[in-house]
Each structure stands twice: as C-alpha cells, then as structure tokens.
C-alpha cells in the first residue's frame, strides 16, 4: 500500500480592500452663518489622454500654443525621474511623483503645497482670467436678497474649465490636484472636480467667513457635496488677504465670533502656493472647523484659483 501523503494547502489569507466610500449623511448639526459660493454652471471637463504628472513642472517656452492638441506637447516634455522607482504594474507608472506639502491644522484638516505652480504658470492663468471678471456671487439662502449679502464676499471672478485653456496650463494643474487629493479614491474620473474659479480682490474687497459645502438644513438636499476646497495663489499680496480659519482647533466657536473679523489661523497668500483644506469629516458631516474666509486686502491685489472637490459629479 502506498504510503499517503497529505498535503496541507496553507491558509490563504483574505485580504479584503476596503474602498475609502465616502458617503454623505444628512447633517444634522446647524450651521452658522454666511452664504456659501454659488456653484458654477457645470462644464464638462475633457477627458485627460494621458494622465502623467512631473516632478517639476514644464517652463512655458514648451507650449506650442498654436497646436491644437498644445497639451500633448506640455505632457510629453515633463521630466520623469526613473532612478527610485519600483517595478510597476501595468496600470501603473514608471516615474516617482514628488508634491511636498505641510500640515498646517487636523482641526480643519489644513494642508500647504510649496511651490505647487510656476510663476509663469500663476501669471497665464491670470491673464486667462483678466477679461472675464464679474462681481462674485453667491447661494442665497431662503430669506437672502442682493441686497441683504451685500459686503459678503466683494471679489470679482471667472469660471474656468481646464478645457477652455488652450495653453493646456489649468488642465496641468488640474491634474496635479487631483493626483495631491482625490484622484486615488476616484481614479482618473475628475468629474467630482468644478470648474476652476478665479478670483481677484483689489484693496479693501474680501470674503467673510463662511463654509464651502451647503448644509441641506439650509440649502435643501444635495444630491452632491463639497469635500475639500483647495487654492491656488497666484499672486504674492503685499499686505493682508489672508485666508483665515477663525475656528482652528476649535477655538472662538463660543464668543458670538463676528464672521468680518480676520481671527484665527491665518494662510498668507503667496504665488504659486497652494491650501487644501477639508470641509467634510470622512463619515460626510460638515466639520465646523472648516470655517474660513478672505480678510480684506491691505495694500496689493490677490489673485487665486479656487478648485471645489466634490463627493461625486453634480448634475
Ligand atoms: C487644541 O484643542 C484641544 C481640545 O480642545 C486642546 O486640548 C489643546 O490644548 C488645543 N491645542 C492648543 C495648542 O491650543
Ligand atoms: C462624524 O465624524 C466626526 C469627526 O470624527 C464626529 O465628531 C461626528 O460625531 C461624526 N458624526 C456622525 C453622525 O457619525
């Protein structure tokens, strides 16, 4: 009789991925104050062919803007460093991608991107933008006129889709936010991402405190919701327009805070720069840390470029 071999097959572990599903639940808490950025008109954004990010970013004599397809040229020529990298799979990329930032708050969750755009890059976009400025508006709550918000948020402002950048700058740069936030929850879909909002505030304009995602006890329900907010400077202002977090680590949220005073924590701007911050915990309640506003600009002009991270596609 032959001699019987068992064989053990080894346990397999199951590995079970849990996907970072963000779902948002009714929020229950009430909110304060001012009303909120009225969302643009939703532009669809072109679909990115090859979705590649440098690690330094391309200097401008590379754009042929006379080219219709400038962008290809722009993603081409972004050096790529092999050196680091690891065997890759096939959905994979051969290059290591570099984006330095800083924590400057968990409560709100702040976070700072030195040097997240080149000057060059800053000064196009603004010149994008120049000759389509309007007043900025904003979301009326139930209640609200014009007139009632007058003061709120005195800026002027474009809407932007990176399509609408021939010079392929913004969908640079849109690419390079999403590949800093969201881009590895929701792949290369950037439909949760708005249209750039550019913004520029002469001396004396500003934005009072206010948050960024709307509260349905306030603004009725949302079939989607803003995440995460994140600028990019493209200006150095030469005094105040600071961004402020009146509620950082949840101080003054008990002293009647005065939603026109510039407290709390408090972002310079500076060009090229970029602040991500989040107005939404991960369960999808408003985190009332995220409260934030522009304080008045002093001496100088502030340019920025705001990008609103939506939960998914708002249609
Ligand atoms: C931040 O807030 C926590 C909780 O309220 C408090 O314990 C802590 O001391 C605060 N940190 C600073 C630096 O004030
Ligand atoms: C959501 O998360 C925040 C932060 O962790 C927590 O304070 C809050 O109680 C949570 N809310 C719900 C409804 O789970």
Not at 248 to 276: A, F, Q
Request: net charge neutral; hydrophobic share 35%; charged share 20%.
């Amino acid at each position: 009789m032959p001699h019987q071999t068992t064989t053990t097959t080894p346990q397999r572990e199951t590995t079970i991925l849990s996907l970072m599903l963000i779902t948002i639940l009714p929020v229950s808490t009430t909110l304060p104050p001012m009303s909120t950025t009225l969302p643009p008109v939703s532009t669809p954004l072109l679909p990115l062919s090859t979705p590649v990010l440098p690690l330094s970013t391309p200097p401008l004599h590379v754009l042929d803007v006379n080219r219709g397809g400038s962008r290809h040229k722009l993603l081409e020529d972004f050096p790529r460093e092999e050196g680091d990298s690891m065997y890759h799979g096939e959905s994979g990329e051969s290059f290591v991608t570099s984006i330095p930032f800083q924590i400057l708050s968990w409560r709100p969750r702040a976070l700072y991107f030195p040097n997240f755009a080149t000057d060059e890059q800053c000064q196009s976009v603004i010149e994008l933008a120049k000759s389509k400025l309007k007043p900025s508006s904003l979301a009326l709550r139930k209640g609200e006129t014009a007139e009632t918000t007058k003061g709120i948020r005195t800026s002027s402002g474009a809407f932007i889709s990176a399509s609408e950048d021939r010079t392929g700058i913004l969908e640079f740069i849109e690419e390079k936010i999403a590949r800093a936030t969201i881009k590895h929850i929701t792949s290369i879909d950037l439909s949760s991402l708005e249209a750039f909002n550019v913004l520029r505030y002469e001396v004396g304009q500003r934005y009072v405190s206010h948050y960024d995602s709307f509260n349905p006890a306030e603004y009725g329900p949302q079939k989607s919701q803003r995440i995460a907010s994140f600028l990019l400077y493209l200006s150095d202002v030469e005094e105040g327009g600071e961004t402020m977090f009146p509620f950082e680590n949840g101080s003054n949220m008990n002293i009647g805070y005065d939603y026109k005073s510039c407290i709390g924590l408090k972002v310079r701007p500076r060009r090229g720069d970029g602040l991500l911050f989040y107005s939404l915990f991960p369960n999808g309640t408003i985190d009332k840390t995220s409260l934030h506003g522009s304080c008045p600009v002093v001496k100088g002009e502030k340019w920025v470029a705001t990008k609103w991270i939506r939960n998914k596609e708002r249609m």
